[in-house]
């Protein structure tokens, strides 16, 4: 990554001035800055990546941001700015994992890891959608919170560290149709072996500490179908907020901080306490 970089891809706004020929957006507009600002729809590419907010490009950590204007979205009229800012990165992966790479229906199951934004999105996802949600945390607080929020099923990872024994055992010994892998190679092998035979992993991070060993021949002998997830398209994005809007779902904040403290944002969210999104107010 190059530096000088301004940080975090994730933003939400008031359109305050337009181009000229622009018409997608007008001055007063509530929008969210798309995290790909160059991936509008279809598969991702290469151009397409070198467009990615506060890494590939200068992102949203600023009081005024330049953005192209086919990069924006109108956000669900109920939502706060904050809550609108949780939605580009977190929000619109998990879309892509359950619904366009997993094609999710009513009544599977799909088992998440922890109480980040991807999961905790994924879990109001699912559950939208009528499907089973098994759930890992290290905290027997945040499970009883995931258990208010409709989760199904939880495992204490802590206490039950062969969590893929509890999911097998929950599911009759089939495993889980679709599992939204946030670990990495930490976590990876126990979910090739939580999964059903011609089920569906998300990869999308790698969060859980240590290598693990992973064997691909338990992926092969199950013809699961292991897919990498980064984040997603423009049109996913508007996809996913209609749903949002109709059902009138709110995002998960855990905390919003104040524009001059970011190193403090930035350090709660490394400490693993939070439950959803962190939040920074400009």
């Known amino acids: 990554m190059k530096a000088p970089l301004t940080p975090l891809s994730d933003g939400a706004g008031e359109v305050i001035a337009v181009g000229s020929g622009v018409t997608r957006v007008k001055p007063g507009d509530r929008v969210a800055a798309a995290f790909m600002q160059g991936w509008i729809e279809g598969p991702a590419d290469d151009l397409k990546a070198t467009s990615a907010l506060g890494g590939a490009i200068n992102g949203m950590m600023a009081e005024q941001v330049c953005l192209n204007a086919e990069g924006l979205v109108h956000f669900p009229k109920h939502l706060s700015f904050e809550e609108a800012a949780a939605l580009p990165c977190a929000a619109v992966t998990a879309w892509h994992a359950l619904f366009r790479s997993g094609g999710l229906k009513p009544g599977e199951s799909v088992l998440l890891q ?169």
């Not at 409709?150 to 560290?161: E, M, Q, S, V």
Request: hydrophobic share 45%; aromatic share 6%; proline share 2%.
């Open 114 to 282: 922890g109480t980040g934004g991807v999961s905790i999105f994924a879990l109001q996802f699912a559950v939208m959608a009528g499907a089973r949600v098994i759930q890992t945390s290290s905290s027997d607080a945040k499970i009883e919170r995931l258990r208010q929020m409709g989760a199904h099923d939880l495992i204490n990872y802590k206490t039950t560290p062969e969590w893929d024994k509890a999911v097998r055992n929950l599911t009759g010994g089939v495993g889980v149709d679709h599992i939204i892998e946030v670990g990495g190679a930490g976590t990876l092998p126990l979910s090739s072996k939580s999964v059903r035979r011609g089920g569906h992993i998300a990869l999308i991070g790698v969060l859980a500490a240590g290598q693990g060993t992973f064997d691909p021949r338990l992926m092969m002998l199950k013809a699961a179908r292991l897919q990498g997830i980064f984040v997603g398209s423009r049109e996913m994005f508007e996809e996913m907020n209609r749903a949002i809007a109709l059902a009138g779902m709110q995002p998960v904040i855990d905390r919003v901080f104040e524009f001059a403290e970011l190193h403090e944002a930035m350090k709660h969210l490394e400490s693993g306490a939070h439950f959803g999104k962190v939040c920074v107010r400009v």
